[in-house]
C-alpha cells in the first residue's frame, strides 16, 4: 500500500504528499518537474537565470502537468516576459527566491497561481508574509545551490512561529525520508528537496557530475564565490553557491587576488570545461544531502520513497516513550 502523509499544505496546493521539488537552474526541466508531479508532489522547473528559449521548451515538455517555475527573483527584475510565459503556461505556482517577492505577488495572484517564497532569514520571511506570500520555504545553507546564511534546523521553526496561518516548507539539507520527517516535527508542512532530485533519472545534470554525486558526500561540499565570478553574474551581497570542491573552487581559494588577476584566462578554461562536461572544472551543485545520495533511480519512485521513510521515521522506533 502506498505510504500516506497529509499536511494542509497538500490541500492548497493540489497534492497528495507534502514534498516539492526544487526548482534546480539548468537542472529541474519540464520532465522532472511532471514526474514529481505525477508522483503526487508538485514539480517546480528551475526557471534559473531566465533563458525565455529554454523555459518555453521545457515548459512543453510538462505538457499539461500539474507543475510549477521557480524564478532567481533579482534576475526577473525587468524581465517581466519571463514570469507572463510561466503564467500563460497555466502554472499552478510560482517560487521566488533570492530578491524582494512584493513587486511580483499581485500579477501571480491575478493569473491565479500560487506565490511560493523561498527565504533564507527571518527577516526575508516577514517581508513574503507582508506582500502575501501564499507558501513561505525556509532555506538553509546547507542546500546545494545559492543560499544564505542560516541553518534550517533553527531557521524552520522560528520561521513557522512567525508565520501564522501560511504554510511553511522546510529546504536545505533533506535527502530522505528523515528530513522530511524532521521537517514535519519543527512545524513545517512539507520539505523541497534538490539535491536528491539532482540524482534521478529525469535529471538534466550531465552524466559525469551525476555519476560523481553518488560517490561524494556532505564534506565534499564547499561555499565559493568562484563560479559567480567566472560566470559573470553579479549576485546580491550574502549568498553564496554550494558546489562540490573541484580544481576550480580550490584554485581560487589557494589565492583569491590572483584568480582575479588572470579572470579572463580562468573564464576561457571555465567555458572550455562547461563545454566538455569536465566536473573539475565546472560547477557539480549540490548541498550537504549529498551524504544521502546513493542512486538515480526515477523521481517518482523517489517521492515514493521519501514519503515512505518519513512514515517509518516518525514512528521513531529507536525512541522509548515513557
Ligand atoms: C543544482 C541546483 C540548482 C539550484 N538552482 C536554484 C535556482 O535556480 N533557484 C532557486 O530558487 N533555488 C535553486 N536551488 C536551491 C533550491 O531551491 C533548494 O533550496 C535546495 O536545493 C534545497 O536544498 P537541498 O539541495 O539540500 O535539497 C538549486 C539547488 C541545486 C541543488
Redesign the pocket.
Known amino acids: 500500500m502506498q505510504a500516506m502523509l497529509t499536511t494542509p499544505l497538500c490541500q492548497l496546493l493540489g497534492i497528495r504528499h507534502p514534498l516539492l521539488l ?7 526541466g519540464g520532465a522532472l518537474a511532471a514526474a514529481v508531479s505525477g508522483a503526487g508532489g508538485l514539480g ?1 522547473i ?4 531566465g533563458d525565455p528559449e529554454w523555459l518555453g521548451a521545457e515548459l512543453a515538455r510538462a505538457g499539461d502537468a500539474r507543475i510549477g517555475v ?3 527573483t533579482w534576475r526577473l527584475d525587468g524581465r517581466m516576459a519571463l514570469l507572463d510565459m510561466a503564467l500563460e503556461h497555466g502554472v499552478a505556482a510560482v ?4 530578491g524582494e517577492v512584493a513587486p511580483y505577488a499581485d500579477r501571480v495572484h491575478a493569473a491565479g497561481a500560487l506565490l511560493i517564497a ?1 527565504v533564507q532569514s527571518l527577516a526575508q520571511a516577514r517581508a513574503a508574509l507582508d506582500a502575501g506570500a501564499d507558501v513561505i ?1 525556509a ?2 545553507g ?6 544564505g546564511q542560516r541553518a534550517t534546523l533553527p531557521l524552520v521553526p522560528a520561521v513557522v512561529d512567525i508565520a501564522g496561518s501560511c504554510p511553511v516548507v522546510a ?5 530522505d525520508g528523515r528530513g522530511l520527517a524532521a521537517a514535519l516535527v519543527l512545524g513545517a508542512q512539507g520539505a ?7 540524482a534521478s533519472a529525469e535529471s538534466l ?1 550531465g552524466a559525469a557530475a551525476r555519476a560523481r554525486v553518488l560517490d561524494a558526500g556532505g564534506d565534499d561540499t564547499v561555499r565559493s564565490p568562484v563560479f559567480d565570478l567566472l560566470r559573470g553574474w553579479e549576485w546580491p551581497a550574502g549568498y553564496a553557491l ?1 558546489t562540490l570542491a573541484n580544481q576550480a573552487t580550490a584554485r581560487h581559494a589557494a589565492d583569491p587576488g590572483a584568480f582575479e588577476a588572470a579572470l579572463a584566462a580562468e573564464r576561457a578554461r571555465f567555458e572550455r570545461a562547461q563545454a566538455a562536461g569536465d566536473i573539475e572544472g565546472a560547477p557539480v ?5 549529498a551524504d544521502l545520495l546513493h542512486d538515480a533511480p526515477p523521481a517518482a519512485e523517489l517521492v515514493e520513497r521519501v514519503v515512505a521513510e518519513a512514515v517509518a521515521a516518525l514512528a521513531a522506533p529507536h525512541v522509548r516513550r515513557a
Open positions: 526544487a526548482p534546480m537552474a539548468g537542472v529541474a517546480l528551475g526557471g534559473g537565470y521557480g524564478f532567481i517560487l521566488l527566491s533570492f523561498q520555504v532555506q538553509g546547507e542546500a546545494g545551490g545559492h543560499a529546504a536545505g539539507g533533506i535527502g523541497m528537496l534538490g539535491s536528491r532530485f539532482y545534470a554550494r551543485i549540490v548541498g550537504e544531502a
